[in-house]
């Protein structure tokens, strides 16, 4: 019995000595995006610090190893990556997104009367700021702090008001029948994921508008993805308009496969 708890001493020693380790992996890692060397583009971000592990004189095993560790925590939901990620991407002086708001999104609410709406990941608030400038009371959710404060200080330039929620797809309250319009625009949300989409369906109002654009592939050269996704995916609301084709997106500004729905739940 007794080598049998030493040996489990020891063992609690070796794992709390690893687990150490992938901590001090995971916040280097955080930190060195936090710098100017990192890029703000979350497709060169992984390649970049491969280099410079490489660099610092790690073997290709340590490399790989290292990039396992980060990986791992970096696909947690609304983990702290996507915060500091974030952060750095509104905050770029060069942002490779479109700052102004989705003309899809403004074509969409054409004719329709201002109600509640949400603005699902708002990022720096470039649509909930058109929102409310139509005569939306409008709520919006994000994890990045620095999306926020932006958010709200656009707002208050436009003379809006606008309610910034800091939580993730996870965390935030969506309610019931609560929104007469609820707008995903790049959204970073899969529509695979029915526990989000029930929450989603939940939240709208008998006759409340859905409004979604987003990569209907991977933003990369040649990608098709599924052949009408969004309109499969919301086939039990009313489909007023649907568009499934390459077209510059707001997120990266390159030629993309994109989905696009305008959808009434009845």
Known sequence: MKYFLRFSAILIVVVCFAQGDEERSWKAFL??????AAPDNPAELMKAYAGRLASSGLSEPQVKAQLGIV????SQPGGEFTTVL?????????????TEPSAFLARAIEGLPPGKALD????????????????WEVTGYDVSPGGLAAAAAGAAKAGVRIDAVRKSHEEFDFGVARWDLIAMIFPGVSMD??????????????GGVLIVEQFNAPPIEGAKGPPNALFKTFQDFRV???????????????????GRIVAVKE
């Open 31 to 36: 930190d060195w995006v936090k710098t100017p």
């Open 71 to 74: 990986q791992k925590h970096a």
């Open 86 to 98: 974030f952060d750095k991407i509104y905050a770029s002086s060069a942002p490779q997104f479109n």
């Open 120 to 135: 699902v990941a708002m990022g720096q608030g470039r649509n909930a700021i058109l929102l409310a400038r139509k005569g």
């Open 193 to 206: 994921d029915e526990g989000f989409l029930k929450r989603v369906r939940a939240s709208l109002k008998p």
């Open 240 to 258: 007023l308009h649907y568009e499934d084709a390459v077209d510059t997106s707001d997120w990266g500004k390159t030629k993309a496969r994109i």
